[in-house]
């Protein structure tokens, strides 16, 4: 059966890895795009000075490399369990070790994307509602004109210097949601709650064809899932029937 997939952040750390996650999954879809031909370039560029502006934050680098460091520690732990396959482990390690060095050191490889001419002249602009337009950005608009080869080219080494960050995440991201399995669960009301210490991040699938959603409240204390309907009138209204859904508590 398809599914639907909806994920919640239950602190402030997680949800900025969610944010960035997203910005990271919409330039490199970009990628494999001619942008002069999709007009997809300004997805591109908010997307890339989003995750600049982000990575700009101490403390989400500082969060990256704290849990990088417990994942190290992790790794070492579960490596002398029984019936563990070691080289797969040891792989993990590797470059959860080399990460940690990386994104340690005082002057990341992404630091370039600030000293880029092209990209700073373009940030500005982008900041303005409207501001990319091709008579405001001539150099955009001669970037774009280039060849699909030049552009790609381009694309691809700002992305490389963002590789490190990304790698990371997707590291960090794929352990915290390798914490828990999906849980069918059904409620009368359309309508759930628990217990949220110790949890970070809430996975839950409905099926494709639902016609209702989640919406989700909640802390490290504890947590609510509210089901919803599209509404014409109210644009949405409390879903009161019995619902079935499977949770995730990671």
């Not at 470059?95 to 994307?113: A, K, N, S």
């Not at 940030?123 to 699909?148: C, N, T």
């Not at 991040?201 to 919406?215: G, V």
Request: with cysteine.
């Amino acid at each position: 059966m398809s599914t639907v997939l909806y994920e919640h952040p239950l602190n402030e750390r997680i949800r900025n890895y969610l944010k960035l996650e997203q910005f990271f999954a919409q330039a490199y879809t970009c990628l494999d795009n001619d942008l002069k031909i999709t007009t997809s370039h300004p997805v591109f560029f908010n997307a890339l000075f989003a995750i600049i502006d982000t990575l700009e934050r101490n403390d989400v680098r500082s969060d990256l490399v704290k849990d990088l460091e417990k994942l190290e520690q992790n790794l070492v732990i579960w490596s002398k369990g029984p019936d563990v396959d070691s080289s797969i482990l040891e792989k993990q390690l590797t470059e959860t070790v080399h990460l940690i060095r990386h994104l340690r050191v005082p002057r990341p490889t992404w630091w370039q994307l600030k000293e880029d001419k092209l990209l700073a002249g373009l940030k500005q602009r982008f900041a303005i509602q409207g501001g990319s337009s091709s008579f405001d950005l001539p150099q955009l608009h001669f970037w774009l004109h280039q060849s699909e080869q030049q552009t790609k080219q381009d694309i691809a080494q700002w992305l490389n210097l963002l590789s490190d960050f990304s790698s990371a995440l997707g590291l960090i991201l794929k352990f915290i949601r390798l914490r828990d399995d999906f849980e069918t669960i059904e409620v009368d009301s359309g309508f759930y709650q628990d217990n949220g210490e110790g949890l970070l991040l809430l996975r839950i699938k409905l099926a494709d064809d639902a016609k209702y959603y989640p919406t989700i409240s909640g802390n490290k204390f504890r947590y609510s899932i509210r089901f919803m309907l599209p509404c014409q009138n109210t644009g949405r209204r409390y879903a009161n029937q019995a619902t079935v859904f499977q949770l995730a508590r990671c």
